[in-house]
């Protein structure tokens, strides 16, 4: 149950885009599309952004969007605004009805 | 309006025991899993347990296993966790999270699964310290 991998920080300028890796192995995010994505302020419960890889809830704004490849899911998110910074946290199943989360992302909007 | 509460968190020694509650509201809570998840202060999120919607089964993290214990009491819409011999890392916020749950094949023979965390409460501290 390692934690998936994620960069510690990223940044961009306000309209930019921004894409943040989270880096599993065979057994969690190669084996499963069940990745999510979740957005935390500090203080704040998590929200989720996307998840199935690609999948937005409704309500999400269609500026942020999900892939994945092989072992590897990313977040992007187009139009960056001031409002975009906070933490973001990939999560994917690991089997067996268990799920693990990656270290996050602190999100800073320049 | 799907709502989550949990209560109970507090300050407690190493060793000793504690029992967080999360009231649920707003869908059918036998219907779906639910899943506790910490935060250790300034870390990030992990996920330590989950129950099916039945709480037939319970699943758990390698950290908290033979320490905590889930349940649930679908008549009271709520979901429990247990937590013993608690050392001082065990300190964090602890966040209660309804799973999210997709389905495929027709309309009358669906077969569900779980993609995430969908709905989450608003978190309750737990602070392990002598």
């Known amino acids: 149950q390692s ?14 885009s921004i894409t ?22 500090p203080g704040k419960a998590p929200k989720l952004l996307i998840y199935e890889a690609s999948k937005r809830p409704s309500g999400v704004s269609n500026r942020f969007s999900g892939s994945k490849s092989v072992n590897t899911a990313s977040l992007t998110i187009s139009g960056l605004q001031a409002e975009d910074e906070a933490d973001y946290y990939c999560c994917s199943y690991a089997g067996s009805s268990t799920w693990v989360f990656g270290g996050g992302t602190k999100l800073t909007v320049l | 309006e799907v709502q989550l509460l ?21 869908f059918t809570f036998s ?8 935060q250790a202060p300034g870390k990030g999120l ?38 013993n011999s608690l050392r001082a890392e065990d300190t964090a916020v602890y ?19 779980y993609y995430g965390m969908d709905v989450w409460g608003q978190g309750t501290t737990v602070t392990v310290s002598s």
């Not at chain 1, 057994?27 to 302020?41: F, R």
């Not at chain 2, 209560?7 to 060793?15: A, D, E, F, I, R």
């Not at chain 2, 296993?65 to 009271?76: A, E, H, V």
């Not at chain 2, 999270?97 to 023979?109: D, H, I, L, N």
């Open chain 1, 3 to 16: 934690a998936l991998t994620q960069p510690a920080s990223v940044s961009g300028s306000p309209g930019q």
């Open chain 1, 20 to 41: 943040i890796s989270c880096t599993g192995t065979s057994s969690d995010v190669g084996s499963y599309n069940l990745v999510s994505w979740y957005q935390q302020y």
């Open chain 2, 6 to 26: 949990e209560s109970g968190g507090g300050l407690v020694q190493p060793g000793g025991s504690l029992r967080l509650s999360c009231a649920a509201s707003g």
């Open chain 2, 31 to 38: 219907s779906y899993a639910m899943s506790w998840v910490r």
């Open chain 2, 46 to 83: 992990e996920w330590i347990s989950g129950i099916s919607g039945s709480g037939d089964s319970t699943y758990y993290a390698d950290s908290v296993k033979g320490r905590f214990t889930i349940s649930r009491d679908n008549s009271k819409n709520t979901v429990y966790l247990q937590m």
């Open chain 2, 95 to 113: 966040y209660c999270a309804k799973q999210g749950r997709g389905y495929y094949g027709s309309e009358v023979r669906k077969t569900y699964y």
